[in-house]
């Protein structure tokens, strides 16, 4: 078992940066492929970026990639995802989720591909 907590989220204006945090206890971290997912309300919950459990590979799709940033530091079992020049519909409630394996990253575009998620974190960007 995996448990994860995010934090970080907020209120930003537009162009503005957030950076967000996963803090996971329980199974060894350094196993685990790290997501992170958006739902906005009343749309279906949307992949964002995935790290690989080394940390040499990343993907994100088309409508975060050149602004958002997937890291993580296995030695303090967190991962983070920095978010900068922020606009309008990024605005979600933002999860983290973790996998116990090491496929490519473009596999876990999927949230059915997760075995573990967060509780959330709320991100309001203004315009």
């Known amino acids: 078992q995996v448990q994860l907590v995010e934090s970080g989220g907020g209120l930003v204006q537009a162009g503005g940066s957030l950076r967000l945090s996963c803090a996971a206890s329980?199974?060894?971290?350094?196993?685990?492929?790290m997501g992170w997912f958006r739902q906005a309300p009343g749309k279906e919950r949307e992949f964002v970026a995935v790290?690989?459990?080394?940390?040499?590979?990343?993907y994100y799709p088309d409508s975060v990639k050149g602004r958002f940033t997937i890291s993580r530091n296995n030695a303090k079992s967190t991962a983070y995802l920095q978010m900068n020049s922020l606009k309008p519909e990024d605005t979600a409630v933002y999860y983290c989720a973790a996998s116990a394996s090491s496929y490519s990253t473009r596999w876990y575009v999927a949230a059915a591909r997760y075995d573990y998620w967060g509780q959330g974190t709320q991100v309001t960007v203004s315009s």
């Open positions: 790290i690989s459990w080394s940390g040499d590979s990343t």
């Open positions: 329980g199974r060894t971290f350094s196993r685990t492929v």
